[in-house]
Antibody, heavy 119, light 109 residues
């Protein structure tokens, strides 16, 4: 069973940067598209970004486009999210999730890492 | 942009009862790209249904999904204590547009 473990969350000031990581325990990591999804405290789920298998194609949600960058290192089985120009409204639990190929769904999730943007 | 509206916001039922959760899309969507998730307090979401009606791995048979067009339903035939949680529907369209409904909280009556 594939497992995902996020790390890198913390407290950062508005305008600051943070990089999240997601370690994936799967021999076939390079066969999966991967996502980041976030959840503000007490709120619903918001899709953040997607990266394809080799990392050459990425897509972003409107609220983070131009500020966040998703990337992956298939040799290290690791997914990343570089977050720049952070805003108060970026405060959330950030989950990495595996794409369920062909269905547009997320079939495996990590436990999440908390990002707090506060002055 | 497709908006997913879930109803009711909160559903209060007892164990053993049948739960029916609704997800309505603002325009016709492909059933193959409609999913449901369960989120228990303090936990990550878990995929329950994909393709509108296919159960995900490890999901009990009491969970079923149905619907087409703009109206979709998640049904739990006989509630177990562990089923009380928040449920989200989610849809995908090409060009990487993923949207979630606002959630339905299923609570113990």
């Amino acid at each position: 069973q594939v497992q995902l473990v996020e790390s890198g969350g913390g407290v950062v000031q508005p305008g600051g940067s943070l990089r999240l990581s997601c370690g994936v325990s799967a021999v076939t990591f390079s066969s999966y598209a991967m996502h980041w999804i976030r959840q503000a405290p007490g709120k619903g789920l918001e899709w953040v970004a997607l990266i394809w298998y080799e990392g050459d194609i990425a897509h972003y949600g409107d609220s983070v486009r131009g500020r966040f960058t998703i990337s992956r290192d298939n040799s290290k089985n690791t997914l990343y999210l570089q977050m720049n120009s952070l805003k108060l409204e970026d405060t959330a639990v950030y989950y990495c999730a595996k794409d369920l190929l062909g269905w547009g769904a997320f079939d495996i999730w990590g436990q999440g890492t908390m990002v707090t943007v506060s002055s | 942009e497709i908006v997913l509206t879930q109803s009711p916001g909160t559903l209060s039922l007892s164990p053993g009862e049948r739960a029916t959760l609704s997800c309505r899309a603002s325009q016709t969507v492909r059933s193959t790209n409609l999913a449901w998730y369960q989120q228990r307090p303090g936990q990550a979401p878990r995929l329950v249904i994909y393709g509108a009606s296919s159960r995900a791995t490890g999901i009990p048979a009491r969970f079923s999904g149905s619907g087409s067009g703009t109206d979709f339903t998640l049904t739990i035939s006989k509630l177990e204590p562990e089923d009380f949680a928040v449920y989200y529907c989610q849809h995908y369209v090409s060009s990487a547009r993923y949207t979630f409904g606002q959630g339905t909280k299923l609570e113990i009556k």
